[in-house]
């Protein structure tokens, strides 16, 4: 049974950093894309990130690019840094991984999915 567990989440100020971390068990997530969402409160779940297998390739949503870095620390593991944080990324942060070698953005197109890590920021 294929598993993805967040951590990292946490209270920060604004301006400030978080790493976040993920770590996929049932299988080897070599040959998959891993990404990153995040859903607020009323709001629709939103793309932030994916990296491809080989960590050769990667895209990021508009409202993170420059801030945000995803990046895989080996085929199970992935990282979402996060700088320059501001409140309105408070929310719930969801990791995913989906077979093969593309980059998606829907959350739909995603097919493994961890219960997320609560991330607030304090103004």
Request: net charge positive; charged share 15%; hydrophobic share 35%.
């Amino acid at each position: 049974q294929v598993q993805l567990v967040e951590s990292g989440g946490g209270l920060v100020q604004a301006g400030g950093s978080l790493r976040l971390s993920c770590v996929a068990s049932g299988r080897t997530f070599g040959g998959y894309t891993m990404g990153w969402f995040r859903q607020a409160p009323g709001k629709e779940r939103e793309f932030l990130a994916a990296i491809s297998r080989n960590s050769g390739s990667a895209r990021y949503g508009n409202s993170v690019e420059g801030r945000f870095t995803i990046s895989r620390d080996n085929a199970n593991t992935a990282s979402l840094q996060m700088n320059s944080l501001k409140p309105e990324d408070t929310a719930v942060y969801y990791c995913t991984g989906t077979p093969g070698g593309f980059l998606p953005t829907l959350a739909g197109q995603f097919a493994y999915w961890g219960r997320g890590t609560q991330v607030t920021v304090s103004s």
